[in-house]
């Protein structure tokens, strides 16, 4: 077994694992056991999605990590959801399977620069999308996710004067839903922002009758030519009940195995990126996978800790959020 210190320096467990052991079985076992509970998010591997007891976007990942009542909660995804479950659970244990499983959004607004910018715009409440560091969340009012940021603005007085981070390309669209003029941090997420308008367009021509479905962390170039923008509960949501037959998504890659499952029949394209390499994966979502996730439920590491006193203060914009989605019906 791995000591703490090499789990802390590496990211992850690197023991070795007997080949012929059935990971699915031996999860399952451990789960009991310790009675824990596995979140997912959808741009999980297909293997964790299987195994998930819940997958979600980010507001349902948010919610059923309040309700658990696991004694750990082992997050399939990245470092600031795990963190935000750790916020909402103070007293449970919060694992991660790969501890530097991190987020090119959230990096791009460190706490420090964030609080200058603050300061700027005394009169401003502060909204942060989920995906930042617990840090930052601790420094604003309210946080939304993708599937409610539209409606929680829209709850606030119209005369509110709004800081919106940290991502630039869905607070523009947000700002442009709701009509209102909010000041945008520059973060963005360095997947949704590899999409090529030009390839994806080419490839319409080429099937007219899909739908293009978009993640609103896409550039405004890419949301022109969607036909339906949402969380990615929404896109998989929308891709179900449309009675369209194919689909163009511009999301993270892990969302088709869902789509996939549910929709037998339907055919569904990732988006072109414009990187080299052609594909639509998140570097740090993808730093999880079955082995690792069994690794850290047997050795109980790594865990996410969050200090007391950021959890006093981020648990407030966190629990806001809750409450106004629950009376939304969101
Ligand atoms: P949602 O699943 O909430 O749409 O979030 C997308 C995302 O980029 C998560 O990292
Ligand atoms: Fe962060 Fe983007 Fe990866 Fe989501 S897809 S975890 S926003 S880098």
Redesign the pocket.
């Known amino acids: 077994m791995n000591t703490f210190e090499e789990i802390n320096v590496k990211g992850f467990a690197d023991e070795y694992i007997d080949p012929t052991l059935d990971l699915f079985a031996e999860i399952d076992k451990l789960k009991k056991e310790k009675n824990a509970v596995i979140l997912a998010?959808?741009?999980q591997e297909g293997d964790i999605q299987d195994i998930a007891d819940y997958i979600?976007?980010?507001?349902?990942?948010s919610q059923q990590a309040a309700k658990t009542d696991a004694d750990i909660i082992v997050f399939a995804?990245?470092h600031?959801?795990a963190e935000t479950a750790k916020i909402l659970s103070p007293d449970k244990k919060v694992l991660l399977p790969d501890l530097k499983a991190g987020?090119s959004?959230a990096d791009s607004c460190p706490p420090h620069l964030f609080r200058k910018f603050k300061e700027q715009y005394p009169d401003h409440l502060v909204i942060t999308y989920?995906?930042c560091t617990a840090e930052l969340k601790a420094l604003s009012d309210i946080v939304c996710?993708?599937?409610n940021a539209v409606q929680i603005v829209e709850s606030l007085p119209k005369d509110q004067k709004i800081i919106f981070g940290p991502d630039r390309n869905l607070g523009a669209w947000v700002a442009k839903k709701t009509g209102r003029d909010l000041v945008l941090w520059n973060g963005a997420?360095m997947?949704?922002e590899i999409f090529s308008r030009e390839k994806i367009t080419k490839l319409k021509e080429r099937h007219p009758d899909a739908k293009i479905l978009a993640?609103?962390?896409c550039e405004e170039v890419i949301l022109e030519l969607a036909d339906y923008i949402?969380?990615?509960?929404?896109?998989l949501k929308y891709a179900t009940n449309s009675p369209a037959k194919e689909f163009i998504v511009a999301?993270?890659s892990g969302?088709m195995h869902q789509m996939e499952k549910d929709n037998p029949d339907k055919v569904f394209i990732p988006a072109p990126p414009n990187n080299l390499c052609a594909c639509n994966d998140?570097p740090?979502?993808k730093r999880n996978t079955l082995e690792k996730l069994y690794l850290c439920l047997k050795n109980e590491m790594p865990e996410v800790e969050v200090p007391a006193h950021i959890i006093k203060e981020a648990v407030k914009p966190i629990e806001r959020m809750l409450e106004i989605s629950a009376k939304l019906g969101l």
């Not at 949402?230 to 896109?235: H, K, L, N, R, V």
């Open positions: 998010h959808y741009y979600g976007d980010s507001l349902g990942l995804g990245v600031f959801m987020c959004l989920v995906n996710t993708s599937s997420c997947v949704h993640h609103p962390e949402g969380s990615t509960t929404g896109i999301t993270e969302i998140c740090h979502m």
